[in-house]
């Protein structure tokens, strides 16, 4: 559904000089610079879902939440005094509700798969229990569907009213004492529990944590992950209620990518249709939902709700609505897919800010091999040839990208700065010179991804949206149909397409590996990766200024970048200076607090109390 949105002249102002999701170069990078590794270990895992509590006022994040910052309703919680006298909530009271035992099972069982498989476990689950040690000691040890259990009681705060919880013959609840927290922090304790059974397969875990994921609960996390199992919970052959359907079109990047392309159809329909009759009518898109539609729009159709190799395409109820659109119009479309950064008023216009109020945080890379495919990327796009099939046998369509502008449209493969990024890019990471953020860049848009130019010596930081694994795998199981598409050098040219695949599955060997098949790889790579020397030259030697972005013993591990955007500094040794109004930004030296004033000054509290 198309919501209108009245632009104010100083919106189109911003919009038109925004920089946003254009790549920014770091050229100052110091190189003599010791850097040491610092006493905590803040290692994480790529696939470790990271939840935060937000004030519900100012969004700074809450370590522990205190009692008396938490509203009467239970539902919003605040980091300050301060904070809760200048919420603009309106309490509605609180209002508890008494659930008996025998519906409480009732609502379980209403839960449960039409397939019986999690009744099934319902069923074995229920004469498990004696009391709630009993529960979670099965829950902990890896039981799914107990955690499941606990975690529904929790999200809907069912507790026991029989006194001590030790000796309630109701073992099925979370303890009395946490209806006085607030649902955040409830919720986050259902989120965990969740998350436990929907790694054991429960489907309806898998499908209770998207919805937290997406809930506006107070709770920061990850909304790639929602996306995710609710993918998992379709796979699994789970039938999804129409709400859950609905959430998951409606939070799925590149279905968003296919309706906005509708959405400029309907809008322009009878536009285009007296001045553009019978001639060919452009329909640009800065996305992956474009690139789809420039390359494979014929063949979805085909395909009839599944991708090149019989796997799910998310969004084909969303395209065959465009494609009644184009028909009933009469249009003659020319898809045009713009690369990451393209179009960057545009996307200023969806964005609600240009950057969080808190500090970015990176996970650092790790180097290249050829078990983990990224000596083999590099390979590959270092010997790329204008004669070689896959570059002869590619799809062809035109495109756009941020050396050429937004509305000059240029055919694939001509970008000759595309190409030269594309091996920069696999040469940084090959090198392990590279990070990318666990946190947004662009608020409710996409992530960062930092990289070290090896042949020059300066670092860059790229945006793209932030597609979740499912939508990633769906795109390379399309463009399958012409494995000259999926070569390493091709996809490394969109920022867009390239990082989520490094995030999600390290380099573009292991993710066709996994998504297209075996047959797919040894068409584009040849031989097997342990049939091959490990010896691939993967750029130069060590630069020290690298040394200092990306130390090695940082690989795997948590950084804080300052809050200058232009500043390349991260707290590898030295921790940060904390603005001491909001207390929710960082930077490294006071000078970077001031050149960043002008930016801040807005999000700030102090800011906006002048």
Known sequence: MMTEKILSSSDLEAAANSDVCQPKLYSSIPSAVKVEPRKEVREIGKDAMMIEKECAECKKKIKKAKQAFVCKCKKVLHCSYDCKQASQHECQGRNPWKLSFKDFGSRLKETTDKDGTDQDMFNEGMGKYKSLDDMERLAKSGDPFTAYMIGVSYSQRIACSAGDSKKSPVPIYMPEKYLEKSTTETDEIAMKWFQIAAEGGVTNGMISLAHKIYSSNGLKTDSRFGFYWLAKAIESGAELEPETMELLESKGMLINDISAVGESVEMQSEFLHLLQRGKQVPLVGPNLGALLLATRYSEIEKWGGKTFNGGIFYGFRKFSNLVRQINSCKLVPQFVAGRGGSASGVTRLCVPAERLASNTKFRQGVKGTTDNGGLLDVEQVSKASKD???????????????????????????????????????????????????????????????????????????????????????????????????????????????????????????????????????????????????????????????????????????????????????????????????????????????????????????????
Request: hydrophobic share 30%; aromatic share 12%; glycine share 8%.
């Open 388 to 610: 070689a099939w896959y570059t002869t046998e590619r799809s062809n369509y035109l495109m756009t990208c941020v050396h050429n502008g937004q509305f000059n449209f240029t055919p694939v493969g001509e970008c000759s700065q595309c190409l030269a990024e594309a091996v920069k890019r696999t040469t940084g990471v090959a090198e392990g010179l590279y990070s990318i953020s666990i946190t947004e860049t662009v608020p409710g848009y996409g992530y960062g991804a930092r990289y070290f130019t090896v042949a020059d010596g300066n670092m860059v930081l790229e945006t793209f949206k932030q597609y979740s694994q499912p939508e990633i795998c769906c795109v390379l199981q399309c463009l399958m149909s012409n494995p000259a598409d999926l070569h390493p050098s091709h996809l490394a040219e969109d920022p867009n397409l390239y990082w989520p695949i490094i995030w999600f599955y390290g380099s573009v060997y292991t993710a066709l590996l996994e998504c297209c098949g075996l047959k797919v790889v040894k068409k584009i790579y040849g031989k097997l990766s342990k049939y091959r020397s490990k010896k691939i030259p993967s750029g130069g030697p060590a630069i020290p200024s690298s040394l200092t972005a990306f130390p090695s013993f940082a690989i795997g591990e948590m950084r804080m970048a300052c809050g200058n955007e232009v500043c390349p500094s991260l707290d590898h040794s030295d921790k940060f200076l904390k603005c001491s109004s909001c207390k929710v930004r960082y930077y490294c030296s006071p000078e970077c607090q001031r050149a960043d004033w002008k930016k801040h000054k807005p999000e700030c509290r102090w800011g906006k109390e002048q």
